[in-house]
């Protein structure tokens, strides 16, 4: 679910952007690559369908490949397809054609044709302060974690000298301007050096942003860089390219920045410090990408692992040593869920979290209304008054239940379903309490001249799913904005004939 | 308590649409005959149709990152894993003479460039460097006495991929892995395999692994009913020179929108078996009663070949009988007898 957010906020942002940078974007092999996976499954079917063919589609081939019962889908993938200019439409005999940016990058990806650099050119000599993988994990996780204890404000003191400095300048605006901290005075004029360390406090949003995954939060914290990028002159299209490029990146390698833009090497800086890429010096001619950064273009959490062959995985992850710094406090990029859960919730809502790390305590806080604290563990309880208090924030209910899930005990998950199914019902319930009215943009559709025109106007309204409501007594019903072009050429048509 | 219900009813239902899209693993069989091949030489080579083969690999790859491949080639010699590789074969080197003699053997130039690896993503190039290094080693090994046996081990190979694919699965317990499985198929007739084969099929349809067959030559009675009970879709190419469009529209079909598209599959299927003891696929023939082998004709000993149950000779003799010939006599006699019997209710005797 978290996931699903992730790509479609991703996707949005590329949306928003014009064609003509969306065609430069797709001159990279590897982003064409990236923006291929964030698409509905049956675009991405059309996609590959239309890649080796040279003349256009005609809308009826793909109506007599898709189920009847199914035009729901058709509609929104080709909707999405075109929103991303990777088809254009002729309308004068409805058939499609993809775009021919896309189609000579996506196939250059599949099949390496004219060489290019868009994945990354490894170093050509040794390094000799190599770096293994174990090593650049335990960097991106200090890192990273850096950034979220800074953002809780706690001090991660304690455990073996594991004091991270408060996160760099760049990280700092970054986290002001998203609206993850926000100046504990409240004025938003002190930008730049008055953004010292104390002076910022975690805003809702932030409390939001805890609970996503961590491929959620570096997208989060990626797409407000872009938003920042342009500000600073910098070309989104080198951001972009170079974000997804590292999503291609080979874990433990060493690349050369030689391929890169001077855009991408200022990039490279700021990337450094959230933990995406390791270099030993800023003056480096070469970076390492950490798993931060390989994992960014998969899909799903799950891909965290290594996605050639579990047996691989398997044989890594008993190979490599563990990288957290204590047993107890939980590294956020352990990628192996044993070792990962800590919390058991019990069907009378009470909680138990074997956890010392103020990280997590934190998170917990925001929807759990904690007990008490031993040395290893705390206890808590959810409530009716801490999840309200957590939904007022933004947080929804299915952000709080990824949560639970995704670090349940090992002795939690062997439940299914791993929540139990009353807490997980209440809280969803304590969402439905919080919103009752829903609102939607659209058109009204009514004085219908008979019931058999309405029924059938709306039947197709309903089989695009884009009718919002619909009430047959008066013979009146609601369309969604999006729909309503569609709805609106369906009744032309019908007139016509 | 039943408004209760509902809520958890419609809760639940959200929960589950929430994830739609799950890993694929995709085993490909490859039959790498090599009488067959050169048969179909003018049409597309071997080296044309693995090109294809890795871009549709490619492309499997890139719908889903966490999606996983498996390519077994089925050869004369035995079915031999080609990726993941095996685990003893120092791959190295034979990525390296693999590329350059895999060339040599098709004789032409073309894209000189298949395994450029800088410029490659990296998922792609490890399966596509392991897949041409072993190809190539398995056809360099290539003898006088394997090249002349005709039959490859196709049902060898399936057997490998549904094994690869449950020990895949059972190792995964988290995530929910679909399967499925394509073959790659151009040798013709397989029924000295018939129960290997058939035991293949049986297995892949009670783990519900759809077997898709894409038939470059050829034309096989099992591979049909292969498919044809497991879901998946058989495609004989009209064209295999664009049997790189073939793979790509009719073969990448993603599990997640299965139920949304209408399947290109043949539909009438050839449902014929072959004889245990011949090896022949036959039209009419017996079964046996104990463990349902197929036989052409029982055996003169009047024994099961398989279980050895010894069948009634009476039975068989009914069986074995030879098709009579009705004698032009005995129509008609029956006929004389017809009108000498008296039609309609006999008179009553006084």
Known sequence: MAADDLKSSVKEYLEGLPEVILTRLYESPATCLAVFRLLPALAKMLVMSMLYRDESVHISEIEKFVKTKSRKLQVEALQKLKALHLITEVRRDRSIRLSSTFRNSFRSALTTGPANQSFGVPCETDDKHKVDIAFLDKHASDKWEGILHFMVGTESTGDFGNTAPPPGEGVLSLLHHSGLMENAMGSDMMVGRNESVEGMRISSGGFQFLLQSVNAQIWTLLLQYLNMASNLQMDPVDVLNFIFMLGSLELGKDYSLSALSDTQIKMLEDLRDFGLVYQRKSSSRRFYPTRLATTLTSSDASALRSASSSMDAAINEAGTPPVTTTSSSKSLITNNPGDSGFIILETNFRLYAYTDSPLQIAVLNLFVHLKTRFANMITGQITRDSVRRALINGITADQILTYLSVYAHPQMKKNDPVIPPTVMDQIKLWQLEMDRIRASDGFLYTDFSSFQEYDLVATYAAELGVLEWQDPKRWRFFVSREGNAQVVDFVNRRKAK | ?350
């Open chain 2, 1 to 350: 308590m039943n408004a209760v219900d509902d809520t958890h009813a419609s809760l639940g239902g959200s929960e589950r649409t929430g994830s739609d899209e799950h890993p694929t693993l995709l085993g490909i069989v490859l039959d790498t005959n090599p009488t067959a091949w050169a048969e179909l030489e003018n049409k597309l080579s071997l080296k044309e149709a693995v090109e294809s083969l890795l871009i549709f690999i490619n492309a499997h790859l890139s719908l889903n990152n966490a999606n996983r491949v498996a390519v077994i080639a089925a050869h004369t010699t035995g079915a031999k894993f080609l990726y993941p590789k095996p685990p003893s074969s120092s791959f190295e080197n034979g990525s390296q003479s693999g590329h350059t003699s895999l060339k040599a053997m098709s004789g032409t130039t073309g894209t000189a460039n298949i395994f450029d690896r800088q410029t490659m993503y990296r998922q792609f190039r490890e399966v596509d460097e392991a897949v041409v290094g072993e190809l190539d080693r398995l056809v360099s090994s290539a003898t006088e006495k394997s090249v002349r046996s005709t039959q490859s081990a196709v049902s060898g190979a399936l057997s490998l991929a549904l094994t690869y694919i449950n020990r895949v699965n059972s190792n995964e317990d988290e995530v929910k892995t679909h399967a499925r499985i394509l073959l790659v198929s151009v040798s013709g007739d397989l029924s000295s395999q018939y129960i290997p084969t058939m035991n293949c099929i049986f297995a892949a349809q009670k783990k519900r692994i759809p077997i898709d067959v894409c038939k470059l030559a050829g034309d096989t009675v099992f591979l049909q009913q292969a498919s044809d009970s497991t879901n998946g879709t058989y495609m004989k190419l009209d064209h295999p020179r664009g049997l790189v469009q073939y793979l790509l529209s009719a073969f990448l079909v993603d599990p997640a929108i299965l139920p949304h598209v209408n399947l290109s599959t043949q539909r009438d299927v050839d449902f014929r078996a072959a004889c245990f003891v011949t090896k022949t696929v036959v039209d009419i023939g017996c079964v046996c009663s104990v463990c349902l082998c197929i036989m052409s004709k029982v055996p003169a000993d009047g024994s099961c070949p398989m279980c050895g149950t010894v069948y009634d000779p009476q039975a068989l003799q009914k069986i074995n009988r030879k098709p009579m010939v009705i004698v032009k006599k005995k129509p008609k006699k029956k006929k004389a007898k017809l009108d000498s019997t008296p039609v309609g209710t006999p008179s009553p005797i006084p």
